[in-house]
């Protein structure tokens, strides 16, 4: 097994967690969402083989790799381009042959990334006495828990000794100075690459430690701070160390399904590294010895008919590969409108020649038009306990149906009922042979009833518009015809009250189309069922051009509010002399008592001070005849520094 390096992410150790609640729920089961299709994983192909020419070791790593998890072909050469000095031009190398160009036999993650990416190309081989000095020389005190991974993981992949115990003792100092998950994750692998004989209970046990500091998204998802290649690589490792100690990996059933379906959820990514982390993560969910989480994925198309009334459904593991042979039932089937159930406890047939599909003949129950629920179960016909997510598994589809339009009846009404109403039947598809005539004064009535043909019951519609388009201008105007309680539809135009507002009072030949349409009518259509000639009131103002809505309006003119009446002079003038009064008063008191101003001191800031109060004041009665409240506020602050 081969791993990827994803980006570096920090955790704290937390306590062994006590209880989490069991896999079933009451109600609904946790299931795998969606499985890697078959047409996915040749688009991951694509993402793989497009990384050629190869630009590193790392990409070569992820590129060769990533084709051999899933079984497609590795290319011996490639294409690489030569700068020469006079032009470009391209000459095939052997892939073996940029390997062990291109490795650094000083650096442990150059060894690991050349070694995995030979061991997978096979009949290729890096120089192990070269790579064994660099090796073995980076076991040693204060070492890191990467380098050690790299280290561990390049020996395993050459072939040469591990020294389980030395590499245990060292992986234990580094871990007490580096507790990040994805030193977790990485102590994961290095232990399940050292003989059974060492001891790993820790690490072994540290995977719920690592699990409880996932991170849940929704009720479906889980995964470690949003890093694909973090989560992968932690899976990866999880089971690897299980599968390697022969002992179930401290992981529920449901946190398994979660773990899955946030791989699926990514499945969508473009770059070699994270089709990589993609594909090693799901690769190792459907290749372990302890939990196999079931997919059950709808296959044909959403729409059940007559023409196409047998639903198919993929029951395969998260790779689309086979589980073996199954039983697959329809636990029920729930129509959404009415919460009708229409089966329950249904088995489905298995396909021919595929035997990850199942077929269920969906109109064998009588399900009427609707949309439906189907809730699906697993059993293995042989037990195994790695099967998880068997039930609950959802699956929506909706059954259409064709519609019959009958009943059909066009007639034009006097206001005043003078006259009996003139009744026109036609049948679809026909047209009414002659055109229908009517005025101002009459109303313009039609009537109908949509059947379906499967059940003959009445039905309504999404959809249904009566259409009438002049035949000269082709001017378009849409009504809603409404059902009443016996889902008789009725469309009635007042052709005189709509004259102005919906025709611009443009009398003439309209075409009459009756348009249904509904997401379970198999059969929508647009029927011409007359032509009408419509008659508006003469006076009306016609127009044989349809306005323009998008001509410029009058312009608005903005009116501002009448001044009040000022009261007159004499009232103002005697106003102010009242409020000087006062000021008079004062004066004339300081007079009389002989105010002694010898005292008052000369001084540069006594006279400013005074003549900033008197400039204040003054101010204030320029604000009152003159000035407005923005320009006063700007001579006060300077005013204001005296």
Known sequence: LFVAIPSDGKMTRGTTLLLFFALTVVGQALTPTTVLTTIDQARLKSVFENARPFTDL?????????????????????MVRIEGECCQYERVEDNCLYLKSSVDYKSPESLYYAS??????????LSNLNAQNTLQAAIKDGVDVPTLFFVVSALTNLGLPVNSNEVVNALTEALKSDDSILSGSMALHIAAQLSKEADVKVIFESIE??????????????????????????????????????KAPLILEEQAVKFANYLLSRKHVQSPKNAYDVVAGLSTMANNKFHLPVCITRESPMTV????????????????????????????????????????????????????????????????????????????????????????????????????????????????????????????????????????????????LLKDTADKSAMEAHQAFVRLTNKRTKQEV?????????????????????AKEHFNSLSGLYAMDLVVGDA?????????????????????ATSDEKPNLYQPRPEIQHMFREPEVRPPAAVSTTFTALVLLPVLILLGLWIKLGVNIANFPLSLSAI???????????????????????????????????
């Open 58 to 78: 790392a990409s070569a790593h992820y590129s060769i790799l990533g084709l051999k998890l899933l079984g497609a072909q590795i290319p011996n050469t490639q």
């Open 116 to 125: 995995s990416a030979t061991k997978a190309l096979g009949k290729c081989e």
């Open 209 to 246: 430690d690592l699990v409880a500091q996932a991170d849940e998204v929704g009720d479906d998802y889980l995964q470690f701070e949003g890093d694909l290649g973090l989560t992968s690589f932690f899976v990866g490792g999880a089971y690897r160390l299980a599968g390697h100690l022969n």
């Open 305 to 448: 008919s007559s023409a196409q009334s047998k639903i198919q459904v993929r029951v395969s593991n998260v790779m689309s590969g086979s589980l073996g042979k199954l039983t697959v039932k329809a636990d029920s089937a729930e129509r959404k409108e009415d919460s009708a159930v229409v089966l329950s406890n249904s088995a489905l047939t298995a396909a021919p020649k595929d035997n990850t599909l199942y077929e269920l003949d969906f109109l064998k129950t009588k399900a009427g038009r609707g949309f439906y629920t189907i809730d699906f179960s697993v059993t293995a016909d042989k037990p195994d306990s790695r099967l998880i997510g068997l039930s609950g598994a959802q699956v929506e589809v909706k059954v259409v149906t064709t519609v019959n339009v009958e009943e059909v009846e066009l007639s034009l009404e006097d206001k005043d009922q003078s006259t009996p109403p003139r009744v026109t039947k036609v049948t679809y598809p026909s047209k009414v042979g002659s055109n229908l005539s009517g005025d101002h004064h009459q109303n313009l009535v039609m009537k109908f």
């Open 478 to 498: 849409i009504f809603v015809a409404e059902p009443d309680e016996d889902h008789v539809y009725k469309f009635e135009l007042d052709i005189g009250a709509s």
């Open 520 to 540: 379970l009518i198999q059969n929508p259509f647009a029927w011409n069922v007359a032509d009408v000639a419509l008659k508006f009131p003469e006076d009306a």
């Open 608 to 642: 400013g001070f005074h003549i900033g109060l008197g400039s204040i004041l003054v101010l204030y009665y320029l604000f009152f005849v003159q000035l407005n409240m923005f320009d006063t506020l700007k001579y006060l602050a300077i005013l204001g520094t005296l």
